[in-house]
């Protein structure tokens, strides 16, 4: 028989997926899962997205240009500048999500064997799209007792070796929801200078921060503009996941060039997908301004929730719709699955990520689970009730 590659081997399970077989298996049984392990959200996508679909009169359903269709990412140059990012249509590719975007860029601006420092916890993927790069992800650890803050400049300075050509951070941040102040993107600028690096900038959750913070972009700072990579993407602010349109965006012209071959090699960006963003660019703010409304009474029913259950930490995130709990158990691989296979409350039972799968090396994930507040109010204090009662007669739980 052929053996399967290296690659292959190692390519890491999603802690986001890796137990659905067991969610199901729950299901079959007659189990209500509480499904907060993914970011999909319930929130509607907008109508102006769902009509663009609907109305769809076309007898050919054809390529786009590769670095997709030219109003949409005139659109989106709109858009940014109205986030006080400017940038050009010919400095946006449109991609198939988020996901395509990073891998990309990491297959644009880095060799084989070239490293990426990331504070961690860190989305799952992160580590798979350096996988399939050739690309070693070097962490570097945030805390939960700090919440989930950047590390200090002297923590980035000891990991910078001659193969360090990056940065990559999401902000706000998934899997913790933290949010970055301006000073600490500086911080990053100033290192990014220094060091002659690439900074990669995850900014999805742009529209999701919360008690009076504001998010501040990457591509906004002066001094690194050749430098900056943002990746950006139409899944969660407009609650369109199965869409697939993200972009990767620079004003680096060479990269860019690199960037686009790569986009004309898989062809073009989804063609639906695409009349359902560009219409999206349409929503009004009113859509927003309730999103977020809704997301800050989720977080503070799941956030407080888990707070007030004994030996359970989670700092109250300022953005995204994620937070990360430590928790008084033994192992979040083993708590997660026995949730899904041995316990359930009133008929229902909770199904969470390990953070094993959020950091570099997962025991450092051992105690924590990433959690989406992304589901209606009556569930999410449902899940904390499940979740209080679990942890009492949890076999493996801990001081």
């Known amino acids: 028989m ?43 996508s907008p109508e102006v997205a769902l009509n663009a679909i609907r109305s769809l009169d076309r007898t050919v359903i054809e390529y786009s240009h590769s670095a997709g269709y030219e109003s949409y990412r005139k659109g989106l140059a709109t ?117 002659d690096l690439f900074l990669f900038a995850d900014e999805v959750y742009r529209e999701f921060c919360y008690d009076g913070a504001h998010h501040v972009s990457a591509m906004t700072l002066e001094g690194v503009e050749q430098h900056v990579v943002l990746i950006d993407s139409v899944s969660k602010r407009y609650s369109m996941c ?48 309730a999103v977020v409304d809704e997301y800050v009474e989720r977080r503070d029913i799941l956030v407080d929730g888990l707070n007030g259950i004994p030996g359970v930490t989670c700092p109250k995130p300022k953005g995204a719709f994620y937070c990360v709990a430590e928790l008084p158990i033994d192992d979040s691989d083993h708590f997660c699955q026995w949730l899904l296979e041995a316990f359930e409350l009133d008929g229902h039972t909770v199904m969470m990520a390990p953070a094993t799968g959020f950091y570099a090396e997962p025991a450092s994930g051992k105690r924590q689970v990433r959690l989406a507040y992304v589901l209606e109010k009556k569930l999410l204090q449902r899940a904390v009730a499940v979740l209080a009662k679990a942890l009492e007669v949890y076999p493996g739980r801990r001081p």
Request: proline content about 8%; overall charge neutral.
């Open 242 to 289: 199965g869409a697939r349109v993200g972009a990767f965006i620079t004003r680096n012209e060479d990269l860019y060039a690199a960037a686009l071959k790569f986009a004309q090699a898989r062809l073009s960006p989804p063609t639906f997908g695409q009349i359902a963003s560009e219409a999206a660019l349409r929503t009004p703010a009113s859509y927003f301004t």
């Open 2 to 44: 052929p053996a399967i590659s290296t690659k292959g081997l190692n390519m890491p399970p999603s802690p986001i997926r890796k137990l659905v077989p067991f969610a199901e298996a729950a299901k079959q049984r007659g189990v209500k899962v509480i499904h907060l392990n993914i970011g999909q959200p319930d929130i509607a």
């Open 79 to 195: 858009y940014y500048a109205e986030h006080g990012i400017k940038v050009t249509a010919d400095e946006i590719i449109v991609t198939n999500g988020g996901s395509e975007a990073l891998l990309f860029g990491m297959m644009a601006c880095f060799e084989p064997g070239d490293e990426v420092i990331i504070p961690e916890p860190f989305y799952a993927n992160y580590n798979s799209f350096a996988m399939a790069a050739g690309v070693t992800v070097v962490p570097v650890r945030s805390t939960i007792q700090q919440g989930f803050a950047l590390p200090p400049i002297e923590a980035f300075e000891a990991l910078i070796t001659k193969r360090t050509k990056g940065i990559l951070i999401c902000n706000p941040g998934n899997p913790t929801g933290y949010l970055y102040s301006r000073a600490e993107l500086e911080t990053l600028r100033d290192i990014v200078q220094r060091h």
